[in-house]
């Protein structure tokens, strides 16, 4: 394959990162068509495609050999399946889905059509991070023992003018914060100490939003090697947050440690105290959202996903990554409502847990 058609699903804030990438970043890629969502008619005609009228018509375009979809968590299973069914391959937002079960059925249906199917964890692709994995892979710091990471963000409508509005309330995203940020955690401890892991021990809850939206988790993983970790995500902080707190990890090895905030700064300690290996240029979603120090994890894993298709490998992120992301937020959720370790992989038995902020049980915040 020597260039790519890609069509975006959903005209949001993620579609409008895709398509910036797309048009202005990637190689061998040529962005065809937006559909989905009252937005996609205006931001097709700003980057200059085709407003598909719907991802059924986007599904039978010839010209379209691959899919991303910037959707809503809960229509993740159901819009991978259709796509593979018509030989589409698939770059999917985080998390994977709304469940263990759901994620099998993506990957089932990819493997049985021979497409390939890759999701978003931009994390990895972040320079403090990706340097953070260099060093460890060299042994900077010896094997890993303890990690200790946050994912912290001050309650919404304190913030952001956008959350005031009444209707945010009735629409939270599917499966709350542990979810919707935690995945990228959970995913980037499997990834920077390359391990599987074992025993999920959590404590998920909301403090004052519906309690069942669960925005604030405080969840322990041990994994297969001895290495054990501690997880703690909140949107309920109050205004202004702890610094540098988004998506912060200390890490101790067995020769040394490390820690790296997701937008700012990796150091590791020497003799001498803490040294500066390197600081992100500044990121502002808010007013610089299309800014390319926000977009460069974006366009990277994008060429990522392109390059799979074009030299017929692996994407550096597979849907078994994203499985085992939203496996460990599944476990956290059941440890709670157990009051118990959950013990991975989770049986298939309880593989169809949904998250699901209207309907997760009561029993969650007891």
């Known amino acids: ?30 962005l ?35 899919v991303v979809l910037a959707t809503p968590h809960q229509l993740h299973a159901e819009e991978v399946i259709a796509a593979a069914g018509k030989g589409k391959h698939i770059l999917v937002e985080k998390p994977m889905a709304t469940s263990v079960a759901d994620c099998n059925a ?24 990706s340097r953070a994995k260099r060093l460890i892979e060299a042994g900077q710091i010896g094997r890993i023992r303890m990690i200790q990471a946050t994912a912290l963000f001050p309650w919404p409508s304190e913030t952001n003018e956008l959350f005031r509005d009444k209707k945010w309330h009735c629409m939270p995203p599917a499966g709350g914060s542990l979810l919707d940020r935690g995945t990228h955690i959970f995913d980037a401890l499997r990834w920077l100490i390359a391990d599987e892991p074992v025993r999920v021990y959590g404590s998920v809850r909301s403090f004052r939003a519906q309690p069942w939206l669960a925005y ?16 703690w995500t909140s ?3 109050p ?18 440690i490390m820690e790296f905030e997701g937008f700012t700064k990796l150091q590791i300690a020497t003799p001498k105290g803490w040294e500066l290996v390197w600081e992100q240029p500044p990121i502002d ?53 157990t009051g118990s370790v959950t013990h991975l992989p989770i049986p298939r038995s309880e593989g169809g847990f949904q998250f699901d902020g209207a309907t997760v049980p009561r029993e969650l915040i007891s």
Not at 37 to 61: I, N
Not at 239 to 252: A, D, E, K, Q, T
């Open 216 to 231: 604030s988790a405080m969840v322990q993983v041990d994994f297969s090697q001895g290495a054990s970790a501690q997880v």
């Open 1 to 30: 394959m020597q260039s790519v058609g890609i069509g975006i699903v959903g005209s949001g804030f993620m579609g409008r990162t895709y398509a910036e990438c797309l048009t202005k970043y990637n190689e061998a890629a040529t």
């Open 32 to 66: 065809i068509g937006i559909t989905g969502g009252s937005r996609a008619k205006d931001l097709a005609c700003e980057y200059g495609v085709e407003t598909l009228p719907d991802f059924a018509s986007m599904l039978d375009r010839k010209d379209i050999d691959a």
């Open 285 to 337: 979603f808010v007013a610089r959202p299309l800014d390319p120090s926000r977009l460069e994890a974006f366009h990277i894993q994008m060429q990522d996903f392109i390059d799979s298709l074009r030299f017929g490998k692996y994407p550096s992120v597979t849907g078994e990554d994203g499985r085992a992301a939203v496996e460990m937020v599944q476990a956290a959720y059941l440890s709670t409502l």
């Open 235 to 237: 949107e309920e902080i």
């Open 106 to 129: 993506m990957i089932a249906a990819c493997r049985a059509a021979n497409v390939i199917l890759s999701v978003i964890k931009t994390l990895r692709f972040r320079g403090v991070v």
């Open 239 to 256: 205004v202004p947050g702890f610094p540098n707190s988004r998506y912060l990890m200390r890490i101790w090895g067995e020769k040394g």
